[in-house]
Structure formats: structure tokens, C-alpha cells
């Protein structure tokens, strides 16, 4: 393996000089890209104009600028450096160093940087619930290129209006509620459901966490294994003849009962919840099913508003298809290189989640929610292009020059949505919008209603 030269500011220089990812380079520093690349045998035997940890940040930079080919993704990595001795490789010299390094080193950095250190750096509000860390699984699905090699391996969606015209990749992700950030994820075809992938992340839960969950994921195996790691969960669960069998064993002061499902001792909240606005109401009834078995500990209307902070990684997949992507199909022709692609799309993502959590915990009483994931990310592009923060001055700045921007420019106290989902693309399984309607927040009034009695109907979600 070849070290690089450096300038005297500490800097690569020659052919390693664009492997940089600007102020985001201190989140993943040059050594721990070399390590990546050591563990997994991947470093070049030789320096090459396109050294392997340059196509690592090459890589990266592409998921920070979505919208770009890999040679325009180049010229923005390069346009602060002055240009002096900085290669300048072709599309085809792009794609044979992406090949080259393959999909074993980001894989391995997705692994070192996941996790909830960032959400373990702050205590603030939305991040803990009663000491416990909150966390939320569910899953995604990702357009790909209608590639030969892509329909070797993803399916098209079928849709009652014809075929989807891309094929799919499935994401199932952990998130931390409070600051978002990946705790772990996996992805594959479509063919193979999300409990089946969820599965795969349970080793990544463990003791003082709490686990919420939809409707989807109440199934005996998967919450057997997240008991078995220590973790706690909280899942809505289906009501009626089609959901699970919880008998009362016995009533608790709050409402709520005490059963068992799959041999785990469970207890049930059944409640009906009102959000009033000024647009209306809207009621729902719920069924909640937790390994907290407490009351006093844990009440159950607590309970009910927590379950509510599963719509976090709603916003934290808007985030990655939306902000990130802006709802464009990913970018690799190959299984291979979709697979190198989607890790790089979520080592970006979790380090600027990262930056904006660092951020928020050195100011007190300031909510996570409130840090705006465009303005970190539009921040990013720019000391990207400039090439500037790539090392960490001699004093120490846990901020930043994108914390900083973050913090001046704060979003709101979040309100509560009430818009339902709507179409966003021709084959949606979701309903239209009437034309010239837009979602709207509106300042909600929440009632929740604790039956003290067994409820058997099901009703609309809120």
C-alpha cells in the first residue's frame, strides 16, 4: 500500500488531492478510509491517477450531488484545489476505478460509522423517552436502472394501471427517532418482504432501547429476537378477527391489560385518538402491544403520543429519496454497483445526520427536529466545491462551519401533519390528491381516549 505526499497544512497532494469530501472529511477522516481499505484488501498495489481511497470520496461526493454524472461529481471535487498536477479522468476512467474497488470497503464504513453515537451525544428532547433510546424500523423501496443486469436480479412493481417502468430495491433501516440517524439497514429485491429483512437487524438492537413498529411488524420471530437482545418494543397491532389473540390476563389501573403473544409476556393499550384542527377531525383507533409492563412507569397514554414518533424515519426516507435524490432513480447499471451506490447514499446520509446532531447538543433545549436537513446538505455541496475544512484546525470545533449554518437557520417547533399520503408517481398505490390542494401543518389538539375495555373494531390512522 502507497501513502500519499502532503502539503505542509496536512493535505493530500498529487493524485490524492480530490479524495476529499470538504468539512464532511473530518466525519471520515483519510485513516479511516485506508483502514477501510486495508481490512478489505482493497487498496491499489500501485498509485494510480484514481488511488482507491479518491474513488472512495468520488463515491460519496456522487451521493451529495444526486442529480450528477461521476465526471461532473469530479469537477466539483476538484474545483477548489487550483487544478496544479489534479488528473482529470474520463467517464470511462471513472467507471473502471469504481469497479475496481467494488463494494467491500463502503460496506465496511457503513458498518464502522452506524449506529446511535449521534444520537448518544445529546440528551435533548425526542432523542430518550423515560431513560430508554427510541428507535423505529420499517422499510422503503428505491427505483433502479431499467438495466439488462438490474432485471437479472429487481423486479418491476405490477400495479393495477400496468407495470412500474423501473425496477426496485427494498430498504429496510433501524433509525433513531430523535436525531434520525441509521442504526443499521439492509437492502435487496422486493421479492423478499420486509420482515424477513427486518429480521436482520435485530442483532443491532440491545438493552435501553425501545422499538416501535407498525402494523407490519407484530410477528412472533421478529419481536422474539428483539426480546432475546434485551431491546423493548412498542408495535401497533392489527384489531379483530385478523389480528392476534391477546387475552386479558389482567386490567391495569390505566386501562391498558397485561397478555401474552408468542410466549412474550406483552401488555395491550387500546385507545382511540383525536386530532382536532381547525380543518376538522380526525379519530382513529389504536392497539399497542409493549414488553413495558409497568403503568406507573409507563402510562399508557405516554405510550400512545410515543407511538406517534414512528413517523420519523417517514421523514428520514423523504430525506434520502427526496432532499438527497430528489426522487430520481439511482444511478448504477449493474447489481454490484447499485449496491456500492446505496452505501455510499447512506454513509453520506448519516454523517451529515452526524454534523447536524453535533450541532444541536451544543446549544440547551434545542429539539433535533428543529435542524433542517437541506440547509446541512446544501452547506455540504458548497465546502465540497470550495474544498474547504477537509482537516480539523488546532482548536477543536465540534460544530462546524454546517453546524453553524444549521443553527442559523433553525426550522420552527414541528407541528402536526394531517395531510395523508398522496400520489407521487402514475403507478402510486396511493390515492390523488385533488388538483391545486397542497399538505398543510396545522397547530393540533390531541386527544387520547383509553378504553378500559377490550375494543374489537378498527378504525382510520391518524
Request: include cysteine; proline fraction near 6%.
Amino acid at each position: 500500500m502507497h501513502s500519499d505526499t502532503t502539503v505542509a497544512a496536512g493535505l493530500p497532494s498529487g493524485p490524492f488531492a480530490a479524495g476529499h469530501l470538504g468539512e464532511l472529511t473530518q466525519q471520515i477522516p483519510f485513516e479511516m478510509v485506508d483502514a477501510a481499505l486495508a481490512e478489505t484488501r482493497t487498496a491499489q498495489r500501485r498509485v494510480r491517477d484514481l488511488p482507491a481511497r479518491v474513488v472512495v470520496y468520488l463515491l460519496l461526493a456522487g451521493a451529495l450531488f444526486a442529480d450528477l454524472g461521476y465526471r461532473q461529481v469530479w469537477h466539483r471535487l476538484v474545483a477548489g484545489l487550483g487544478g496544479a498536477g489534479i488528473p482529470s479522468p474520463t467517464a470511462g476512467a471513472l467507471t473502471q476505478a469504481r469497479r475496481r474497488l467494488g463494494t467491500k470497503p463502503m460496506r465496511f464504513l457503513f458498518d464502522l460509522l452506524r449506529g446511535p453515537a449521534a444520537a448518544l451525544s445529546t440528551r435533548a428532547s425526542g432523542v430518550y423517552w423515560r431513560g430508554l433510546l427510541v428507535c423505529v424500523i420499517d422499510g422503503t423501496v428505491m427505483s433502479v436502472p431499467d438495466s439488462p443486469a438490474n432485471l437479472g436480479r429487481f423486479t418491476k412493481h405490477a400495479a393495477r394501471r400496468g407495470q412500474a417502468g423501473y425496477p426496485a430495491v427494498r430498504l429496510v433501516a433501524l433509525v433513531a427517532c430523535g436525531t434520525r440517524n441509521i442504526l443499521d439497514a439492509v437492502f435487496g429485491p422486493t421479492s423478499v418482504g420486509e420482515p424477513v429483512y427486518a429480521r436482520r437487524l435485530v442483532p443491532s438492537l440491545r438493552k435501553g432501547m425501545l422499538l416501535l413498529g407498525d402494523r407490519f411488524y407484530g410477528a412472533g420471530p421478529l419481536l422474539r429476537g428483539v426480546v432475546a437482545n434485551g431491546a423493548a418494543f412498542l408495535i401497533r397491532v392489527k384489531i379483530g378477527r385478523t389480528g392476534p389473540k391477546l387475552p386479558v390476563l389482567q386490567r391495569l389501573p390505566d386501562g391498558s391489560y397485561l397478555s401474552t403473544f408468542g410466549g412474550i409476556a406483552v401488555r395491550v393499550v387500546d385507545a382511540e385518538i383525536t386530532i382536532a384542527t381547525e380543518a376538522g377531525k380526525t379519530t382513529g383507533i389504536y392497539r399497542l402491544m409493549t414488553t413495558l409492563l409497568d403503568a406507573r412507569q409507563h402510562p399508557a397514554t405516554e405510550l400512545v403520543s410515543l407511538y406517534h414518533e414512528r413517523w420519523e424515519i417517514e421523514t428520514a426516507y423523504l430525506e434520502l429519496k427526496s432532499s438527497i435524490l430528489g426522487g430520481r432513480v439511482l444511478r448504477a447499471r449493474t447489481p454490484a454497483g447499485l449496491e456500492q451506490e446505496i452505501y455510499a447514499l447512506l454513509i453520506t446520509y448519516q454523517i451529515l445526520r452526524t454534523a447536524m446532531a453535533d450541532a444541536t447538543s451544543s446549544q440547551p433545549d434545542i429539539d433535533p427536529d428543529r435542524a433542517s436537513f437541506t440547509v446541512a446538505l446544501n452547506a455540504a455541496r458548497d465546502l465540497v466545491i470550495q474544498a474547504a475544512g477537509r482537516i480539523a484546525g488546532t482548536t477543536i470545533d465540534l460544530v462546524g462551519h454546517i453546524g453553524r449554518v444549521v443553527l442559523d437557520n433553525l426550522l420552527p417547533n414541528r407541528r402536526t401533519r394531517t395531510s395523508p399520503r398522496v400520489t407521487k408517481r402514475p403507478l402510486s398505490k396511493y390515492s390523488a390528491r385533488a388538483p391545486g390542494t397542497k399538505p398543510t401543518s396545522y397547530n393540533a389538539t390531541l386527544t387520547i381516549n383509553i378504553f378500559s375495555k377490550s375494543h374489537s373494531t378498527t378504525g382510520p390512522e391518524p
